[in-house]
């Protein structure tokens, strides 16, 4: 398992955009599909958007398409989510996750059970 550190959470109003980052150590990032998932009060995990290992393969919740991006850099062991036309539903605690994956062109997963490292998450809040 690799260590992830959520940064970049805060308090936003509709409309702005936040860029979320997560640190990785403890392993290389090369070797790991990443995804980003999240929380609302009350609520289950609900996957947010996943990049495979080599990058090509992107995934997004149907809600967050055309608004928000993931991206990697492997060179500094980070991933990020950017996060455009914010919404007061999309107000949660927001969760990095890692994936080990032997075969390199592996499809990225939406369940948060297939991940087996998660940080301890940042809080995103949209005021309306």
């Known amino acids: 398992q690799v260590q992830l550190v959520e940064s970049g959470g805060g308090l936003v109003q509709a409309g702005g955009s936040l860029r979320l980052s997560c640190a990785v150590s403890?392993?290389?990032?090369?070797?790991?599909?990443m995804g980003w998932f999240r929380q609302a009060p009350g609520k289950e995990h609900e996957f947010v958007a996943a990049?495979?290992?080599?990058?090509?393969?992107?995934e997004y919740e149907d809600s967050v398409k055309g608004r928000f991006t993931i991206s990697r850099d492997d060179a500094k062991n980070a991933v990020s989510l950017q996060m455009n036309s914010l919404k007061p539903d999309d107000t949660a605690v927001y969760f990095c996750?890692?994936?080990?994956?032997?075969?390199?062109?592996?499809?990225?997963?939406?369940?948060?059970?297939?991940?087996?490292?998660w940080g301890r998450g940042t809080q995103v809040t949209v005021s309306s």
């Open positions: 996750t890692a994936r080990a994956t032997v075969y390199y062109l592996a499809p990225v997963s939406r369940q948060w059970d297939e991940y087996d490292s």
């Open positions: 403890g392993g290389t990032l090369r070797s790991y599909a």
């Open positions: 990049i495979s290992r080599h990058g090509g393969t992107l």
